[in-house]
C-alpha cells in the first residue's frame, strides 16, 4: 500500500485505463451476462450501501428482497414460495443441495443424480457437502434422459436436479418427467433455471418448468443473467415457504436472530436492480426482449448453416451451438467452446440483430482468408 495516497485524477486515470482492458460487450458472444439495463444501474446507485445480511438496519432494501421473491414466486406459478436473493446461480444450486441434505439426515454416503450437462457449481457443492453426484447421460437431443435418471436413484439419494436451460446448449430438460419420479420416490427436486427461468416464462411456447409441475421442490433464477440487473443477483425460490428455516443458524448480534442464507454480508443494490428491470418491463417488455434474442438466434443458426457451420442442436433458448474449427473465429470477436468442442454462442441482449450479421459478416471474410 502507498504511503501517501494518490490524487483522485491519477487514481482515476488508471482506474480507466484499466477498464479499458477489457473488453467491449460488442464482441462478447460468450456470456450469459450483459450491460445491465438503465433502470437496474439507477436503481443500484440508489441502495449501493445498504446490505440485507443486517435487514433490521434497512428494512426498505429487506422489503425489497421480498417483492423479488414475491415477483419469482407469481411467475413461477406459487405465489407463496419462500426464498431469498443470492450471489448467483452458484449460491443458489449449493444451498439447494444444503436445503435437501437438511431434510435427510440420517443417511451415511448421500448422492444426487445431476444431468451430464448441470453446471460446474454443483461440483463445488457435492465437494462441499461431502455428496456423491451421480451424472446422468444426455441423449442426442442434449437433453437429461429421465429413465436414466431414475435408474441411478437408490435408498442414499438425497436431491434430482433438472436443468431448465443448460449453459452449453440452451436445452431444458423434462421437468414433468422428473417430478413424477422425484414425487414417486419421495425426493428433493431442484431446478436450476438460473439462466432459463427469465427465459421461458415469456417465450410463445413456455415449455413446464417450475412449481407448475409437481414435485419440484426448489428453483434457482438469476436476474444477473437474462435478468438484465447489475452483478451480483441470483434467487433461490422454495415451493414451502418455511423450507428455508432448516438451514437457520443463530446470530446473536444482528438485528436479526437467525439468518439461513449462505453470504453473511449480502448487497442489497443489485436486488434493487433486480426489481426495478421486472417492474419497469412488465411481461410485455421481458416478452419483448426474449423474442429479440430467440429471434436473433434463428438468424445466427440460419446465417451459420449458409456459411457451412452446421448447427449442433435446435436450442429451447438463446444458446446457439455449431460444429466448427476454432480458426474459423476472427478476432476479436469471443465466442466459447463446449466440452463437446462445439462452438457456443449467446444470445444475449447486447448481441442484438446489427452484432449477429456483423459476426457473420466477419465470419464470411474469415473463411475467404
Ligand atoms: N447454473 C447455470 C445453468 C448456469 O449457466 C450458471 C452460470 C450457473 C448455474 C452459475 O451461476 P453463477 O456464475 O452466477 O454463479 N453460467 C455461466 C457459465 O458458466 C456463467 C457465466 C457468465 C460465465 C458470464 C461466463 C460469463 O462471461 O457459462
Redesign the pocket.
Known amino acids: 500500500m502507498l504511503n501517501k495516497g494518490q490524487s483522485e485524477e491519477e487514481l482515476f486515470a488508471f482506474l480507466a485505463q484499466k477498464r479499458q482492458e477489457d473488453l467491449d460487450h460488442d464482441f462478447i458472444l460468450?456470456?450469459?451476462?450483459t450491460i445491465p439495463h438503465s433502470v437496474a444501474v439507477r436503481a443500484h446507485c440508489l441502495f449501493m450501501e445498504t446490505n440485507l445480511g443486517d435487514p433490521g438496519l434497512f428494512p426498505g432494501s429487506f422489503s425489497l428482497e421480498k417483492l423479488l421473491v414475491q415477483r419469482f414466486g407469481t411467475l413461477f406459478h406459487c405465489k407463496n414460495a419462500g426464498g431469498y436473493a443470492t450471489s448467483?446461480?452458484?449460491?443458489s444450486?449449493i444451498q439447494a443441495l444444503r436445503l435437501a441434505k437438511a431434510q435427510c439426515s440420517g443417511i451415511v454416503a448421500p448422492n444426487v443424480v445431476v444431468p451430464e450437462s448441470a453446471?460446474f457449481?454443483f461440483k463445488k457443492a457435492c465437494d462441499m457437502l461431502g455428496l456423491e453426484a451421480r451424472p446422468v447421460p444426455l441423449g442426442s437431443d442434449f437433453r437429461m434422459d429421465a429413465d436414466a435418471a431414475a435408474g441411478l436413484i437408490d435408498k442414499n439419494t438425497i436431491c434430482l436436479v433438472g436443468?431448465a436451460?443448460?449453459?452449453e446448449y440452451g436445452m431444458v430438460d423434462p421437468i414433468p418427467a422428473l417430478g413424477k419420479i422425484a414425487v414417486q420416490h419421495d425426493l428433493f427436486f431442484h431446478v436450476?433455471a438460473?439462466?432459463g427461468g427469465m427465459v421461458i416464462p415469456f417465450l410463445d411456447r413456455p415449455s413446464p418448468f417450475d412449481f407448475a409441475v409437481g414435485g419440484v421442490t426448489t428453483i434457482?433464477v438469476?436476474p444477473?443473467k437474462m435478468g438484465m440487473s447489475t452483478i451480483p443477483c441470483?434467487c433461490i425460490l422454495t415451493r414451502d415457504p418455511d423450507l428455508l428455516n432448516s438451514l437457520n443458524i443463530d446470530t446473536p448480534y444482528l438485528t436479526v436472530k437467525q439468518e439461513y442464507t449462505l453470504a453473511g454480508t449480502r448487497p442489497g443494490a443489485p436486488v434493487a436492480g433486480a426489481l426495478a428491470v421486472l417492474d419497469y418491463l412488465g411481461m410485455e417488455g421481458m416478452r419483448a426482449v426474449v423474442a429479440g434474442c430467440m429471434k436473433n438466434t434463428e438468424r445466427l443458426i440460419a446465417g451459420m448453416e449458409t456459411l457451412g457451420y452446421q448447427r449442433a442442436a435446435t436450442p429451447d433458448l438463446n444458446v446457439a451451438t455449431f460444429t466448427c474449427a476454432k480458426e474459423a473465429i476472427p478476432a476479436p470477436w469471443r465466442v466459447s467452446w463446449t466440452r463437446k468442442n462445439h462452438l457456443r454462442i449467446v444470445c444475449m441482449p447486447h448481441v442484438h440483430a446489427g452484432r449477429v450479421e456483423a459476426f457473420l459478416r466477419a465470419m464470411q471474410e474469415q473463411k475467404k482468408r
Open positions: 460468450s456470456s450469459m451476462c448467483g446461480g452458484t449460491e444450486n453446471h457449481s436443468i436451460g443448460t449453459t436450476d438460473a439462466f434457482a438469476d444477473h441470483g
